[in-house]
């Protein structure tokens, strides 16, 4: 069976979609951009890097409500605007997750919502 994943500290999808589902073991986060806990309609400033702190923000508390943690990804996907940005959002990844770090695929794309220059979406087990 499948289940949305509510977090109430997370930000609600923009869309018609669920900020996360799990399906059995499986925890599946939902592309995230880093959207600004004051106001949810903007995008954190501070570039790539603070872009992909808060992501992780998001992520952390996500995977809270099903018990797991970042140590528990297996797998995640970056999307950035500008493979530029590849240095300083793995730099601060790096400090996130645990060794064995996650499987990783970075995809350059030419356009996020709302003008984010990073997303996110990771796969977890439990």
Same mark, same amino acid.
Request: aromatic share 4%; net charge negative; proline share 6%.
């Given at each position: 069976?499948?289940?949305?994943?509510?977090?109430? +500290?997370?930000?609600?999808?923009?869309? !018609?979609?669920?900020?996360?589902?799990?399906?059995? &073991?499986?925890? $599946? =986060? !939902?592309? +995230?951009? !880093?959207? #600004?806990? =004051? #106001?949810?309609?903007?995008? *954190?400033?501070?570039?790539? &890097?603070?872009? *992909?702190?808060?992501?992780i923000e998001i992520i952390t508390?996500?995977?809270a409500e099903c018990g797991c943690?970042?140590? #528990?990804?297996?797998?995640?996907?970056?999307?950035?605007?500008?493979?530029?940005?590849?240095?300083?959002?793995?730099?601060?990844?790096?400090?996130? $997750?645990? =060794?064995?770090?996650?499987?990783?695929?970075?995809?350059?794309?030419? &356009?996020?919502?709302?003008?984010?220059?990073?997303?996110? #979406?990771?796969? !977890?087990?439990?």
């Amino acid at each position: 069976m499948k289940y949305s994943i509510n977090a109430p +500290q997370a930000p609600e999808a923009p869309g !018609a979609y669920s900020m996360g589902t799990t399906a059995g &073991r499986l925890i $599946f =986060t !939902a592309g +995230q951009i !880093a959207l #600004d806990p =004051t #106001d949810p309609s903007k995008v *954190v400033s501070g570039g790539a &890097r603070a872009e *992909v702190e808060r992501i992780i923000e998001i992520i952390t508390i996500l995977l809270a409500e099903c018990g797991c943690t970042l140590s #528990d990804v297996a797998k995640s996907t970056l999307y950035l605007t500008n493979l530029n940005d590849l240095g300083a959002v793995e730099e601060a990844i790096s400090r996130h $997750f645990v =060794t064995p770090a996650p499987a990783l695929s970075v995809v350059e794309v030419t &356009r996020l919502p709302r003008g984010a220059l990073v997303e996110m #979406d990771c796969i !977890a087990c439990r």
